[in-house]
C-alpha cells in the first residue's frame, strides 16, 4: 500500500519570490491520532495508506510523498492594528495542491512542521492541545456549512515543546482551498512590488475568482469578491454565535474560508461583547465587532490593490471606496437573512430586522443561552405549548413572552405549514456546538492520554442540527455559567 497525492503545485509555481522551499523537520516518534477518512476521501487519497507507517510518516513529516514541493509562503499582515512587514509560514509548510475529487483544488499543509526561514524566534511546532481543538472546531465549523479550512489528519510527534510548560507536541495536517491571506497581498504591497501584487491576483482570480477574469477591470471585480465572501462569512459566523478571536490581516483567508483557528471560541448566553482571547483588552476581536474589522482588512487589501484599480490614483482611491462602501450593504442582508431563517420566517418583510434585533436585546439582557435559544424557537415555532424550555433560559422568562407575541402574529403573515417550518428552522438552528466546556474536557482526556472524548466529540459534532440521543448530554447548557472563558494565542 502506497499513498499517493496527485500532486498540482500552483503555487509553488508562482516563483521564489512568494515563498522559500523548506523540508519539515523529521520527529522522534509519530503517533497517529486522528485521520479524517472522510476529507481523505473527498481528496481522492487512500485513507488506509494514510494510517500505515509510510502515511503517518508523511502526515508526519519524516517523509516526503512523491510529487510534494514542499515551501513556507511569505506574508505580511497587520496584528491588533500593527503592520508587521514579514510574518509568513513560521511553523506551516505547504506540501502541495490536490484537485478533489469535485474539481476543487485544495492545498494540503503540515501546521507544526518545525522551522522555517519565517520562524523568527518561534520553534515551529505546534502543541498537541490546540492541534486537536484546531481539528474538532474546523471540522464542526464544515458540519456547520460554513466555509473553513478542513482538518485531514492529526499526529503526535512524541516529542515536547515549551510554552509556559513543557507539552506534547502535534502536527495537523490542514487542507485549504489556499493559504492566501489579505497579509500575503501586503507583503509584496509593501514593498512596493505592484509587478508582485498583480501576479498573486492574477493567481487569485484564476483559482478563487474565475468570473472576475472577465470584468472590465478584474481587480475590481476581484476585490468585490472578497468584500462579498467575508461579508457573508462573518454574518454566518454570527449567527451560530463563533468569535474568531484574532482576525489580523494575516488571519483573513482571500478565498473566503475560515482560517487559524487560535483563539476562537463559541458564545454560551448570548452577550455581544464577548471577547475570549486573553490579549485581546480592546475588545477588537469582540463577537459584535467582526464586520467592522472585517472591513477595516479589506481596506488593507484594497490598499494593496490601488494601483490596479486604475492608473490615477484618484480614482483608484474612488473606486476602493465604492467597493468597500457595499460592504456594510452586503453584510446586513446576509445578517438579516440568515438570522431572519433562524426564527423561522420565510418571506422578506421589512419590520423582519427590528424583530431580530428585539429578540437579540432580550437575549442580552437576560442572559439567554445562544444556541438553545434558537434551537428551541424551532419547537415553540410549531406550537405555543413549547415555549417551556425557552422561556427557562431568560432569567425574567416574560422577556421571551413579550418577544414572542410579537414573533407569533409575524408568524400568522407566513405561508408556511408548522411542521415545514419547523423543520428548516431546525435545519439552520444546531443542537450541537463546540461549547467551550466540552472542547476543554476532550483536550484535557487527549492531553491525559484518552482519546475517547475528542472522538466521541467529533463525532457529535459530525451531526449538528440533528437531535441525536446518545448525544443529548452535548447539547444542554454549560454545567456553570462561563464568568471570563479565555483562549490563548500561544497555540
Ligand atoms: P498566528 O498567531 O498563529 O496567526 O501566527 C502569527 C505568526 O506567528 C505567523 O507568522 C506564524 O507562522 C508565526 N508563529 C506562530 N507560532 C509559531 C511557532 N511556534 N514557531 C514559529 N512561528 C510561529
Ligand atoms: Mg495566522
Avoid at 501584487?197 to 471585480?221: C, F
Avoid at 434551537?375 to 425574567?396: C, H, M, T, V, Y
Wanted: charge should be negative; include cysteine.
Amino acid at each position: 500500500m502506497t499513498v499517493h497525492f496527485d500532486f498540482d503545485n500552483s503555487y509553488a509555481r508562482l516563483g521564489t519570490a512568494f515563498h522559500r522551499p523548506t523540508v519539515p523537520s523529521p520527529v522522534a516518534a509519530p503517533h497517529l491520532l486522528k485521520v479524517n477518512r472522510r476529507l481523505a476521501d473527498a481528496l481522492g487519497l487512500d485513507a488506509d495508506a494514510l494510517g500505515t507507517a509510510e502515511g503517518v510518516g508523511i502526515l508526519a513529516g519524516n517523509r516526503l510523498p512523491a510529487g510534494a514541493e514542499p515551501i513556507a509562503a511569505a506574508y505580511a499582515g497587520h496584528q491588533f492594528g500593527n503592520f508587521v512587514p514579514q510574518l509568513g509560514d513560521g511553523r506551516a509548510i505547504l506540501l502541495g495542491e490536490v484537485v478533489d475529487r469535485e474539481g476543487l483544488r485544495r492545498d494540503v499543509q503540515l501546521k507544526g512542521a518545525g522551522p522555517t526561514l519565517f520562524s523568527r524566534n518561534g520553534d515551529g511546532r505546534a502543541a498537541l492541545g490546540p492541534v486537536l481543538r484546531e481539528y474538532l472546531v474546523s471540522e464542526a465549523m464544515a458540519a456547520l456549512k460554513i466555509p473553513t479550512t478542513r482538518a485531514l489528519a492529526a499526529v503526535a510527534t512524541g516529542e515536547p515543546v515549551y510554552r509556559e510548560t513543557a507539552l506534547p507536541g502535534a502536527v495537523l495536517t490542514r487542507v485549504a482551498s489556499s493559504h492566501i491571506r489579505v497579509g500575503t497581498f501586503q507583503f509584496f504591497a509593501a514593498r512596493g512590488d505592484d509587478a508582485a501584487v498583480r501576479k498573486l491576483a492574477d493567481h487569485v482570480i484564476d483559482r478563487h475568482y474565475p468570473e472576475a477574469a472577465g470584468a472590465s477591470n478584474p481587480y475590481r471585480a476581484f476585490l468585490e469578491g472578497v468584500c462579498a465572501r467575508q461579508a457573508e462569512l462573518v454574518a454566518r459566523w454570527m449567527q451560530i454565535g463563533f468569535v474568531h478571536g484574532v482576525m489580523n490581516t494575516d488571519n483573513m483567508s482571500v478565498s473566503g474560508e475560515t482560517i487559524d483557528y487560535g483563539p476562537c471560541a463559541f458564545l454560551d448566553a448570548y452577550d455581544p461583547a464577548t471577547v475570549f482571547s486573553s490579549i485581546d483588552r480592546n475588545g477588537r476581536y469582540a463577537y459584535a465587532n467582526q464586520a467592522r474589522i472585517a472591513n477595516w482588512n479589506l481596506a488593507r487589501l484594497a490598499e494593496c490593490l490601488l494601483p490596479h484599480l486604475d492608473p490615477e490614483e484618484n480614482k483608484a482611491i474612488e473606486a476602493a471606496q465604492e467597493v468597500l462602501s457595499g460592504f456594510a450593504e452586503t453584510f446586513n442582508a446576509a445578517y438579516v437573512d440568515g438570522f431572519r431563517a433562524k426564527i423561522g420566517l420565510q418571506t422578506p418583510q421589512t419590520e423582519d430586522a427590528a424583530l431580530i434585533e428585539d429578540l437579540l436585546l432580550r437575549m442580552a439582557q437576560h442572559n439567554a443561552d445562544f444556541t438553545l435559544t434558537f434551537r428551541n424557537l424551532g419547537k415553540a415555532a410549531e406550537s405555543a405549548q413549547a415555549d417551556g424550555p425557552i422561556r427557562g433560559l431568560f432569567a425574567d422568562p416574560a422577556a421571551y413572552d413579550g418577544w414572542a407575541a410579537r414573533w407569533r402574529q409575524r408568524l400568522a403573515a407566513e405561508p408556511r405549514e408548522p411542521g415545514e417550518r419547523r423543520a428548516a428552522m431546525d435545519a439552520v438552528n444546531p443542537a450541537i456546538i463546540p461549547r467551550n466546556h466540552l472542547v476543554e474536557e476532550a483536550l484535557a482526556a487527549a492531553m491525559a492520554g484518552d482519546l475517547a472524548p475528542f472522538e466521541r466529540l467529533n463525532e457529535a459534532l459530525a451531526a449538528p442540527f440533528e437531535d441525536r440521543a446518545e448525544f443529548a448530554d452535548y447539547a444542554g447548557l454549560p454545567p456553570v455559567p462561563e464568568a471570563a472563558y479565555r483562549t490563548f494565542c500561544g497555540t
